[in-house]
């Protein structure tokens, strides 16, 4: 059975270490952050004000940036590494320095039990993790406001550009003195990244494009300056109007042990299970039957809380939606054929995704007003008890 990609670049990165320890390599001591190549691209500067913030250089290797931003910027670093040849050279050149504290970890197991940073970055080290797992667990680690930086493989240098799909691959690392060492890395698009950090969160600022000073090399990086946002967004789905008929909707909220659930809109916006009010029907059924027809999940009617009803103008167009919350259902959500929203997924309420579908945000804002969601304005008229179906 093959090894997962995580298991090999472990294994990779410790033989790294080995042999770079054995060989005595001594790396000249940081002026600035080299993100891809030393002396392209922005520098430090990126990461903001740095006095005082606790800062997490994950991925640290021999230390080198994190000791440059505690002697000269006046941060409190935590360098992670999960080599123990890494760590051993960083602690014999930097162990006594205040200020930085070295750490031998894994960088999710450190990421998922560490207090919020105000700032984290990563050079070249992102892309030897899943980031499925990596990146809800670096949202998680960052306080509301704090900034995020990386680089991550773009072109090698051979010329293989990105991948579409977040799978791995393998690369080639040479250390210095001979040897090939085979890694496992998720090189993947601009636009992939991207839309995986707004997934989980995360908003992306600015991307640098840092390509091989030399013509022959292919290589190419790409730099990623992203903030965990104080407020979440929200959008309408398109710039039209609803038509006249579908202007009467519902929306279900269903917050758990597990989080909030919410889906992806196959135009880009997060939002919850519901959808439009069919005649005939009640607006308990008419969240039933959206909650099932979208997500697979069951509910009854008596289930449903009516909290109250959001008026706002799309396009000149009155549109009229119900807020309600499910307080039990039964089963595990899952994309439904012919849906035009799926992805389903559960989300704490402090790591609520960005592009929340506009109705989404007005009704999660109508249970919750301390949410910090920025949305169109709405009227809310609450019902008096919240089990009002007229």
């Not at 250089?57 to 002697?71: N, S």
């Not at 009640?282 to 039957?289: G, P």
Request: glycine share 12%; proline share 7%.
């Amino acid at each position: 059975m093959a090894a997962r990609p995580e298991a090999v670049n472990a294994e990779a990165w410790r033989v790294y270490g080995e042999h770079h320890l054995r060989r005595g390599t001594v790396l000249p001591e940081a002026a600035r952050i080299g993100w891809g190549f030393e002396d392209a691209g922005p520098g430090t500067e990126i990461l903001g004000e740095l006095t005082g913030r606790r800062v997490l250089d994950l991925g640290c290797g021999t230390a080198r940036h994190a000791a440059h931003l505690v002697r000269d910027h006046g941060a409190l670093v935590d360098a992670v590494d999960a080599s123990p040849g890494q760590h051993e050279r960083a602690r014999a050149r930097y162990g006594s320095l205040p200020g930085l504290r070295l750490v031998l970890a894994d960088a999710l197991e450190h990421l998922r039990t560490a207090e919020p940073y105000d700032v984290i970055y990563a050079v070249n080290a992102v892309p030897y993790i899943d980031p499925h797992r990596l990146l809800p667990a670096l949202a998680g680690a960052l306080k509301p406001g704090g900034r995020l930086c990386f680089t991550v493989l773009h072109t090698n240098a051979q010329g293989a550009g990105p991948s579409e799909e977040a799978a791995a691959r393998p690369e080639i690392l040479r250390p210095a003195g001979g040897g090939d060492v085979t890694v496992q890395m998720w090189v993947l698009t601009e636009d992939l990244w991207t839309a995986l950090l707004t997934e989980h969160g995360l908003r992306v600022e600015h991307v640098d494009v840092l390509d091989a000073p030399q013509a022959e090399n292919d290589a190419s990086y790409r730099l990623f300056q992203v903030t965990r946002p104080l407020r979440r967004s929200s959008r309408p789905r398109t710039g039209k109007p609803p038509l006249a008929h579908a202007a009467l909707g519902v929306g279900a909220i269903l917050h758990g042990p597990r989080g909030l659930l919410l889906g992806r809109h196959r135009h880009g916006t997060w939002e919850l299970p519901g959808g439009t009010v069919e005649p005939g029907e009640s607006l308990r059924e008419a969240v039933v039957r959206e909650l099932g027809e979208e997500t697979g999940l069951e509910a009854r009617p008596q289930d449903v809380r009516l909290l109250g009803t959001l008026l706002d103008d799309a396009g000149g167009v009155v549109r009229v939606t119900v807020a309600a919350r499910v307080t039990a259902w039964r089963g595990e959500p899952s994309d439904q054929p012919g849906e035009s929203v799926g992805r389903w997924r559960w989300f704490a309420l402090d790591r609520l995704p960005e592009e929340l579908f506009v109705c989404s945000a007005q009704a999660l804002t109508a249970w919750r007003p301390g949410l910090p969601i920025d949305h169109a304005p709405a009227r809310f008229t609450p019902y008096a008890t919240g089990t009002d179906d007229s």
